[in-house]
């Protein structure tokens, strides 16, 4: 490890340095014999302020890294060519685990890690740029559940990063507060890009694609933060999300069906519009409530005010998951309409959609309904109105973008 120091002041006349001097050191780690200890030991000493840089080249890892220290960047030469192989980890858990705040990962991948990709704690004004997680397998339900994952964070920053092979989600963020993702691919993954119990993101201009899902935006019952919402997806391409559901039984998102586009579960102040939306076989955009019995008297299964706005669809719902789909095709002349929805509502502002866009739905009056209590009929609900929420508080802080340079 080479440690150097750089230092900064400010000169008043012929006045001395400064007392608060900032002393900057960049610790670089070089691929080779010992990068595992070489790795970790400069993660460790890093103080406020330090990079730690990442050479080009293979490392070969035995176990996860972790970092607990505030204002550290970790640096590498390029998602391509700076490769962290954790095919050789011992356990099953994170290739890194974050637990600190105004860190940023940047330029370096991270491959076939037993547990999750990159995860984060707790950690808040974090970001991710040009981060790549990959399984090289291919989809496996023995892969780790989720390559980019913070969670329980104010202010996130995801930015050009590709993850593929995630047995759960590709981009998870969790319980967290102001959120951007942007620019990124998803491919490959149960769940492409998974925005969860989380309030005031923006998912935009981003490719989901080869997923089983590949947007979801919902909230589950039992967490420690409830109440997810005020979430933009905008201008991304959903296109042929057609990968079959290879998450482990018992997984929430193991119920997702092949080929779901965008999809909103018991989530409120969602809005969809600007998106490129084809070849999902099932739906473009599915919208219902949670299906589950639970018994946390702070959730709300139902999902509300949804407004759909001007997307681009093609073909979709050519080959719908759907009990009795068959039937479904036959009805509505060889493809479902892009916007299903299963027609459970809390009052009259369930669901909206732009004025042209055809949908169907199942017509379902209470959560927990089977299908076989489907009564299909094509969509009629209002058109979108004006968005409920101060549109300037969606997305990650803007102090955040300064780290991206």
């Given at each position: 490890?080479?440690?150097?120091?750089?230092?900064?002041a400010l000169l008043l006349g012929a006045s001395p340095l400064a007392p608060s001097v900032l002393l900057a050191a960049t610790h670089t780690v070089?691929?080779?014999?010992?990068?595992?200890?070489?790795?970790q030991e400069a993660l460790i000493l890093a103080?406020?302020?330090?990079?730690?840089?990442?050479?080009?080249g293979h490392y070969a890892l035995t176990d996860g890294l972790s970092l607990d220290v505030d204002n550290v960047t970790v640096r590498g030469a390029g998602m391509d060519e700076t490769v962290l192989d954790f095919t050789s980890q011992a356990g099953s858990g994170e290739g890194f685990l974050i637990t600190s705040d105004n860190v940023t990962v940047r330029d370096f991948a991270l491959e076939n890690p037993k547990g999750d990709g990159v995860k984060s704690k707790g950690a808040d004004n974090i970001v991710y740029h040009r981060v790549r997680v990959t399984w090289t397998g291919g989809p496996d339900a023995t892969n780790g559940a989720y390559g980019i994952y913070p969670v329980e964070s104010e202010g996130v920053l995801i930015d050009g990063v590709k993850v593929s092979g995630a047995s759960d989600a590709g981009i998870y963020v969790g319980q967290s507060n102001r959120i951007t993702v942007r620019n990124s691919i998803a491919e490959a993954n149960v769940a492409g890009i998974e925005i969860e119990n989380s309030r005031n993101a923006l998912v935009e201009n981003n490719l989901a694609t080869r997923n089983t899902g590949g947007i979801l935006v919902f909230d589950l019952p039992d967490l420690p933060v409830m109440g997810g919402g005020n979430v933009?997806?905008?201008?991304?391409?959903?296109?042929?999300?057609?990968?079959?559901?290879?998450?482990?039984?018992g997984n929430i998102v193991a119920s997702v069906r092949r080929g779901t586009g965008i999809l909103v579960m018991a989530n409120e102040n969602v809005t969809i519009e600007g998106n490129v939306v084809d070849g999902n076989p099932t739906a473009g955009v599915m919208v219902i409530a949670y299906t589950q019995p639970f018994e946390d008297e702070r959730y709300n299964p139902y999902a509300r005010?949804?407004?759909?706005?001007?997307?681009?669809?093609?073909?979709?719902?050519?080959?719908?998951?759907l009990d009795g789909s068959d039937q479904l095709l036959a009805a509505f002349g060889g493809s479902l309409p892009p916007i299903l929805w299963d027609g459970i509502a809390q009052s009259d502002t369930g669901l909206r959609v732009a004025d042209g866009i055809a949908g169907w739905t199942l017509g379902l009056t209470r959560p927990g309904q089977s299908f076989g209590e489907a009564s299909p009929a094509p969509l009629s609900v209002p058109?979108?109105?004006?968005?409920?929420?101060d549109d300037a508080g969606i997305g990650a802080p803007a102090e955040l973008e300064d780290r991206l340079g």
């Open positions: 490890m080479i440690r150097t120091l750089t230092i900064s070089t691929p080779g014999e010992g990068a595992q200890e070489r790795l103080e406020p302020g330090d990079e730690v840089v990442l050479e080009a933009v997806v905008r201008r991304n391409l959903v296109v042929a999300n057609d990968t079959a559901n290879f998450a482990p039984p005010n949804v407004s759909v706005g001007a997307n681009v669809f093609g073909r979709n719902g050519y080959e719908p998951q058109q979108p109105a004006d968005a409920t929420w």
